[in-house]
Every structure is written in structure tokens, then in C-alpha cells.
């Protein structure tokens, strides 16, 4: 190989892809060798590989990414086994990074004795340091620079099939829930008995914490079915299966331990008011319970009252999955992935005594938040299948029934996924051979399913097309499940583990590859289509792990290929008790009281050096005297507006934390508050203005689906300027990454917790491993008097607001006397920068970590302090401890 001389972006960018793909496939290898169970297979292999995967999937789609300097960098000390880094003075590639150039020179020893020994499970749990920090070091850069991979809904290269994720067994609790389900079949009113057949979601069950598992269920109310043309009212439960069941009622509440009576459940449905039911089951008593307090950490379904569900035959028969568009394309490969995961799951349980066809596969017409407005559609995203009231499961040995197949199941599976591929029925394709004509139905379908795989198995041209054709194919062709072809020496290589190999597998893969997730709840998804006869008002049920909030899930056209946004900047009310945030913001005023400097503690140059702070939202009142003031949407910066009132909130929370500052107020959002196409060179545009402003503090109380290279710049130039930066991380629940830009490692991330000081479940994204996951109170929020009625508030960019206003403060007490002969005494750094704000937030949340989230309490300063005595030794301790935790 000559040398690669060449010093474009594209030309770097095709440099790493060939060094990326050969590092995959030496991943491959020695993983295999190191770890022949892959299901064993330890954190730090699979973060690495998931990390080269969507490397691999950037550089093939991207022709400049932006960060393809970094990833050469780190993809050098992984090929070099010689500590040689890469020379940021050198033109020629295979110079400036010779680690890489031998590899791709076809010399695979360094690069794989690297990863040798980062993978060696000798080394996996010892004492070495050395190692164990050299893998966390690894993980955080890859992290970085994974935070910005552009979602990957278009086509690319077919990556290596993922190694097995860690897949939980349910098959057990499936056969649980059917047993006890099956007691509650029937209602029974005078002479007549009607049958009560729930639906379980097929997206819905999962483990629960270590208490057991959780399925989503929907149970009908009286009398259990369609009636006359009218839809009956479906109601969602949450059905609980402990490891270990203790019901023992309290004195006052005898009927706690008895469990709902098999005749009493109809009106137990039925009086719940379309409320949200969440039941605890018990194997030893056969009988479901009502607890005293519903789990909050449950995610809810939500579906519409009084709709039919529809089937997979009904919607191919009305030609919605026959687009040929992105979107339908990601709903498609999601809706495949949850049929096959949900054969493969419940194959030999109660849950799935006969095959599923795409007549008992069904959708009921579900509620969300869409931009703003009640969306009441049907998502692929939600497959439901029939409870059947047959006591006992089948086993897995062979039909029950003379049928045309060996394992029905699984070949109508088959035909299932090739029929959501086609968006049409294979019984009613028209361009079958003539002489499958007279065949029976299982027989002619199965021959047409056959002929029609055979024709889109070559002409598709969907992303990652490898990976679904495999899935297909080894569902239509069942040999390779007989026992002749199966391992005999290996136990568990059952018919499900199997279908695990063959099949989900490749499913999963097709997700993992085009999507970068292996979660499909972790994706939006656009309905498929809608329904006009609802109102865009909520009713009924209401999903908790979306609840009525700022934060948008837009698939509209006009966002395509824009920047996605996820929040409209307005303030969400909450309907809660507002005593325990007013004693949080009265132990707040406490700390102020100390912090805030009164007039004989002041001198020339603190007051020199007010904290300046820039909020770019919505605008805000005209009430706000004395504000900078600059419009983005208009360029009238001498009329002042609010919009929709959410930045005038922002800085009245930022007001109530710091008594003083200087506030720079930027307008990027039209009059309702929405995103548009403009908002985020906006946004980019108006911090770079706040830069020039010299400000301490920007506040971005915001967020988008994507990345945004304008803004990321802004945020670069800003930060290198010591400028804080303070974002919110979303308000979408577990369903949504961190948002952008509060995912920019240079970026404070704020997340909500309530008055408790506990994370915000309903409202904040999962918590980031590699980064702090900093969170102060964001819900319960009552707005300052101000002459207007008070409101309550709540998500993640209140708790900004907030969290900007509390670093506002402590940076006005570093500018007094007493703090700067403290730093003087210490030499510390200024409490400006970033790492030095983080260090102060992790000390004040020491303690106080739940569920990978850092709960912020600011009077724990307090708590180390002298509680009484004179004003000026408390303030000297506080300083003291201040730079002390600064000694990095």
C-alpha cells in the first residue's frame, strides 16, 4: 500500500472507514476466541464494538464529519501497540498516523494485541488500575465521540451482525400470567357469561428493578365486546409478576392480603374510570392484587377509549404499509423486530397456544403528545395479541395438528415479516404460480411466501437488507429447527434458542445497524395514520412516561431534514401540592442569605464584577427593566416581547436564586414558541452574540433531536472564553436520549428531580454512564409573585433555570473579598470554569446519587459550616470548604 498523502476531509473520513471496518472485524475475532459464550460477552467489549458500529455507519454516510479529526486520533492509539500518537504537524495520513497505516498494510499484530489485552478476562475484576482506568478512558472517549452520530435513517453499509445483547427469558412469567388470567376469563351478569379476553402488548413487557417483571395489559370493561357496532372501553394495567409475593394486609385493611375475587374483577375493570390499574400477581394464591400505592417507575401504554383495534390484515388490506418512505420504513423494521421477539418469547407459553397470523396481531388506536397537540393514531410501535383463555401452554415437540409445516409458528412468523416487507397479503398476491391454485390455505400461502421472498430477496432495496432477509428466510424454512439439525451435545439448544440464532437475532441487528439503538422504545415513532373523529384534546388514559409537556415529538415533514426539536419553550403546569418545593426554596434562601454580599462586605472590584448571565428562549416581559435585550426573530431589539411567556419564567427562577446580576435576555423563538427551520442557526447566532457580550452564563432552557454544527461551534468558541453553559437534558422520559446541545461534553446537563430531591422519572431521559447526570429540582415549581396568579412548573428547563441561578450565585460570592483571599490562600482556580462548577456540584450531591443521577441539594454547604456564631467566620468556613473542594 503507497503512501496515503491525500489530507481532505474525505479523504480522512475514508481513511477511518478502512481502519474501522478492519478493527471490526478483529473485534470479531478476538472476542470469539476470548469469549466463546457471547451471551457472556463483558461491558467493555460491547461498548467498544457498539462504539466502531456507529463510527462505521457516520464515516459511510457523511463525507466531512465533523469530529473525523478526533476519531482518527483515538482510532490510532487503538491500532499502535508503540504509544506512538498521532503528529498533528504531519500532512501525509499514513504518517501522521502510522498505527493505522500499518493495519491497513494488512499488519494485524499490534492492533490485535491491544485489544487482547483490553478484552482479557484474567484481567476483568482484579486490581489492575492500570488497565481498568486505560478502559475507562477508552469508553469515555468513545462516548464523546459517539454523542454526536446523526440518527441513521438512510442507507448504509451492512455492518457485522451485533453480538448478542443481554436478552431476558419471560417465557416463565408468560405462562404465569396466562395461568392467573385465565381464572379471571369470565363475567358473569344474571343468566348471561361473557368472556373477558385481554390484550398484551407485545412492546410492554420487561424487567422491573429487581422486584420481578412487568406486562402491559389491556382489559375490557363490561360487557367485554363489541356491542351493536360500539366499541367497548379499553382500560390499561400494569400487571406485576414478583420474584417473591408477601401480601399480607395491614389491621385497618383486611381485604389487602385476599386479592381481587374472580367474580368481582368485571367491576374492578369497569369502575376504574379509565384510570390506570397497575396489579400485583401472585402465584401462590392464583389471584391478582390491588397495592395500596402504584409504582411510579412504571411506563404506561395508552390507547383511546371506546376503539376497536384493527389487525395486521387490515392494515395491508388498506395498502398503509405499501409506502415506500423512511418513516414507514423505521416503523417496519421496529413492528418486525417485536413479532419476532415476541414468538421467540412467549413460543412455548400459554400466551401463544396456536401460531400468530396477521389475524390476531393486533393495534389499538393510542394517544400522544405530538409538537404540542393530542395525536390519537395508530403506531407499529404498539402490536397487541389476544390472551387465549386455554389453561394449558403447548409444548414444543412438534404440531398438535396434521399441518403443512413442521413448526407452524414460526413459518407463519415468516410470512408475517415478509408480508409487512411487501405492504401487501400473501394470500391475496396476484402474481403467484397458477399452479398453486386448488392448494389449501396453509399450503398455498406458504408456496406463494416462498416464491415472492425469492423476488424481493434480490430487487430490495431497503438499508441493511442482509439482515431481514436472513430473519425471513430461516422463518420459512424450518429444517434447520429439527433435532437432526440442532446441537444434541448442547442442551440448551432448544427450538427457542434456535429462533433466538436465526432469526431475532437478525431482527435485531437490522435495528441495532439502521437505528443504533437495540431498544425500540428508545425511537419515535410517526403514527401510521390517524384518527380525525377524535378531538386533540386528552381523554381517558394518560401516558406517564410522556405526559403533557414542552418537549416535541415532531416527525413532521417540515422537520425531515432540519434539526429535530425537542421542546417548544413553554412552561408545563403541574397539578400537584406545592408545600415541599416552597421549603426547598425556603432552605435556599437560607444559603443566599450568606452568600449574598450586603453593603460593608462589597468593594470596588466585586462591584465591578457582576455575574452576567444570557437566556435565549422565548424573550420576556416588558416589565423586566434593565435587561439587555436582542431580537433574533424580529431585529426590533427595542420593543421587547415574552412570546409565549416560557423565557419570562426562566429568568424570574434565575432572579429568585441570585438577588444581583446582570441579565442578557435573546429572542429566538416566534410569538407560540414553536421550532422552526430557523430556530437553531438562531440559537447559534445568539450565543455567539452573548460571547461578545462578555457574559459568565448562558442558559439554553432547550433542546433538540439532533445535532447542530452551528451551535456546536458557538458553544466551543463560548466555552473557550470560560463561559458556563447550562442546558436541558429533555422531558421525554426513558423514550429519548439527552437532547442537544445538553449532550456536548463542554455543556452543564441538567436533569429534574422533585421536591424530595429524587430523580424526575416521568420526565428526565435515562441517565447518561460516562458523565455526570446532575439534577436539582424541576417539578412542583411555583412561579414568583409578581402580581400575576401564581403558576406550578415543571421539566428539565425550570430545573436549568434553577441550576444556572444557584451557579449564578456561587460565582457572585467567589467575586467577594473574603472568597478571593480564601483562593488566594488555596490557589485554586476560578469557580468559572466548567470543571470547577462540576467539582462543587458532585460535592453537593454527594450522597445523594439515585438511579445514575447526581441530586443536586445546595444548603449541603450549610451542613458544613458552623450552624451559629458570627456572619463573617461562617462566610470564611464557606469559602474555605468552597476551595477546598477546587484542589483538583
Aim: hydrophobic share 35%; charged share 25%.
Amino acid at each position: 500500500m503507497g503512501p496515503i498523502s491525500a489530507p481532505s476531509d474525505t479523504s480522512k473520513a475514508k481513511f477511518a472507514l478502512q481502519v474501522t471496518d478492519k478493527l471490526i472485524n478483529l473485534h470479531d475475532d478476538v472476542a470469539a476466541a476470548t469469549f466463546p459464550d457471547q451471551e457472556l460477552l463483558p461491558q467493555f467489549p460491547r461498548l467498544l464494538w457498539s462504539g466502531l458500529v456507529q463510527f462505521q455507519l457516520r464515516l459511510s454516510w457523511e463525507s466531512t464529519p465533523p469530529n473525523i479529526d478526533s476519531i482518527l486520533f483515538f482510532l490510532q492509539t487503538l491500532c499502535d501497540r508503540e504509544g506512538k500518537r498521532a503528529d498533528p504537524s504531519e500532512k501525509q495520513l499514513d504518517k501522521k498516523y502510522p498505527g493505522i497505516a500499518l493495519l491497513l498494510r494488512g499488519s494485524t499484530s499490534h492492533a490485535k494485541k491491544n485489544l487482547q489485552e483490553l478484552y482479557s478476562p484474567t484481567k476483568i475484576g482484579d486490581d489492575d488500575k492500570k488497565l481498568k482506568e486505560k478502559r475507562k478512558q477508552i469508553l469515555k472517549r468513545v462516548n464523546i465521540l459517539t454523542a454526536e452520530v446523526a440518527n441513521t435513517e438512510r442507507k448504509g453499509l451492512v455492518a457485522p451482525l451485533p453480538p448478542k445483547t443481554e436478552q431476558l427469558d419471560f417465557s416463565a412469567q408468560a405462562n404465569t400470567l396466562h395461568s392467573v388470567l385465565s381464572k379471571y376469563k369470565t363475567c358473569k351478569t344474571g343468566d348471561t357469561v361473557a368472556e373477558i379476553i385481554p390484550k398484551i402488548s407485545l412492546s410492554g413487557y420487561r424487567q422491573h428493578d429487581e422486584s420481578g417483571s412487568v406486562f402491559d395489559v389491556l382489559f375490557p370493561d363490561h360487557p367485554h365486546q363489541d356491542e351493536n357496532g360500539k366499541a367497548c372501553n379499553w382500560h390499561n394495567a400494569a400487571v406485576q409478576i414478583p420474584t417473591e409475593v408477601n401480601f399480607k394486609g395491614k389491621k385497618d385493611q383486611p381485604d389487602a392480603a385476599k386479592g381481587i375475587e374472580y367474580h368481582e374483577f368485571c367491576g374492578t375493570i369497569t369502575q376504574s374510570h379509565e384510570e390506570q390499574l397497575f396489579l400485583t400477581l401472585s402465584r401462590k394464591e392464583a389471584k391478582l392484587f390491588m397495592p395500596e400505592f402504584a409504582n411510579s417507575g412504571i411506563s404506561w401504554m395508552l390507547t383511546a377509549p371506546g376503539t376497536r383495534s384493527m389487525t395486521l390484515r387490515s392494515l395491508l388490506e388498506e395498502g398503509y404499509l405499501g409506502a415506500h418512505t423512511l418513516p414507514v420504513l423505521k416503523m417496519k423494521i421496529v413492528l418486525m423486530y417485536l413479532l419476532g421477539k415476541g414468538v421467540w418469547q412467549f413460543y412455548d407459553s400459554g400466551l401463544m397456544v396456536d401460531e400468530w397470523t396477521k389475524d390476531n396481531v393486533e393495534f389499538m388506536f393510542e394517544q400522544r403528545l405530538e409538537e404540542g397537540e393530542w395525536t390519537i393514531g395508530v403506531f407499529l410501535n404498539q402490536p397487541l395479541i389476544s390472551a387465549p383463555s386455554c389453561p394449558s401452554p403447548p409444548h414444543e415437540n412438534g404440531p398438535r395438528k396434521m399441518t403443512h409445516t413442521i413448526f407452524p409458528k414460526i413459518r407463519q412468523l415468516g410470512i408475517m415479516l415478509l408480508e409487512v416487507v411487501i405492504g401487501r397479503e400473501i394470500d391475496n398476491y396476484k402474481g403467484a404460480d397458477p399452479s398453486y391454485r386448488g392448494k389449501s390455505g396453509g399450503l398455498k400461502d406458504l408456496l406463494e411466501a416462498k416464491e415472492k421472498y425469492e423476488q424481493w430477496s434480490v430487487k430490495n432495496d431497503w438499508p441493511n437488507a442482509e439482515l431481514v432477509v436472513k430473519a425471513i428466510g430461516n422463518s420459512l424454512d424450518d429444517h434447520q429447527y429439527l433435532p437432526k439439525s440442532r446441537d444434541k451435545s448442547n442442551p440448551d439448544f432448544s427450538v427457542r434458542n434456535v429462533l433466538y440464532e436465526k432469526v431475532v437475532r437478525h431482527l435485531e441487528g437490522a435495528l441495532t445497524v439502521n437505528y443504533a439503538v437495540s431498544d425500540p422504545n428508545h425511537l419515535s415513532l410517526a403514527p401510521l395514520f390517524k384518527h380525525r373523529e377524535f378531538s386533540t384534546s386528552p381523554r381517558g388514559l394518560a401516558r406517564k412516561m410522556a405526559q403533557p409537556n414542552t418537549w416535541s415529538h415532531s416527525n413532521s415533514q417540515r422537520h425531515q431534514h432540519t434539526p429535530s426539536p425537542m421542546e417548544s419553550p413553554v412552561s408545563i403546569p403541574s397539578p400537584f401540592d406545592q408545600t415541599h418545593s416552597d421549603n426547598w426554596f425556603s432552605e435556599l434562601d437560607k444559603l443566599s442569605e450568606i452568600l449574598r454580599a450586603r453593603p460593608d462586605e462589597r468593594d470596588a472590584k466585586y462591584d465591578q464584577q457582576r455575574v452576567k448571565i444570557a437566556v435565549i428562549d422565548t424573550g420576556v416581559s416588558e416589565e423586566k427593566a434593565g435587561v439587555a435585550y436582542k431580537d433574533f426573530i424580529d431585529g426590533d431589539d427595542g420593543r421587547i416581547q415574552q412570546g409565549s411567556g416560557h423565557g419570562t419564567d426562566i429568568v424570574e427562577l434565575i432572579d429568585s436564586c441570585i438577588e444581583e446580576s446582570s441579565l442578557y435576555v435573546a429572542r429566538v423563538f416566534d410569538g407560540d414558541g414553536l421550532i422552526n427551520d430557523r430556530t437553531p442557526d438562531l440559537v447559534a447566532e445568539a450565543i455567539q452574540w452573548a460571547r461578545k457580550m462578555e457574559v459568565d452564563i448562558i442558559v439554553l432552557a432547550l433542546g433538540f433531536l439532533r445535532a447542530h454544527d452551528g451551535i456546536r461551534k458557538a458553544i466551543s468558541d463560548a466555552v473557550h472564553r470560560d463561559i458556563l453553559i447550562f442546558s436541558a437534558a429533555g422531558n421525554d422520559g426513558s423514550i429519548r436520549k439527552v437532547a442537544f446541545p445538553a449532550r456536548l461534553p463542554d455543556v452543564m446537563c441538567i436533569f429534574s428531580t422533585t421536591p424530595g430531591n429524587k430523580p424526575s422519572r416521568e420526565i428526565n431521559p435515562p441517565a447518561r454512564d460516562m458523565d455526570a447526570n446532575f439534577a436539582i429540582l424541576g417539578e412542583i415549581v411555583k412561579t414568583p409573585e409578581n402580581g400575576s396568579p401564581p403558576r406550578r412548573l415543571q421539566g428539565t428547563s425550570i430545573a436549568t433555570a434553577i441550576a444556572a441561578g444557584f451557579a449564578a450565585s456561587l460565582l457572585d460570592f467567589s467575586r467577594q473579598r473574603v472568597y478571593r483571599r480564601k483562593r488566594k490562600e488555596y490557589g485554586t482556580p476560578d469557580l468559572k470554569s466548567r470543571e470547577a462548577m462540576r467539582a462543587v456540584f458532585t460535592e453537593l450531591s454527594s450522597g445523594y446519587k439515585h438511579e445514575g443521577y447526581h441530586c443536586v441539594l445546595p444548603w449541603q454547604l450549610l451542613n458544613q459550616i458552623p450552624k451559629d456564631g458570627d456572619r463573617e467566620v461562617r462566610r470564611q468556613e464557606l469559602s474555605g470548604l468552597l476551595n477546598g473542594w477546587l484542589q483538583f
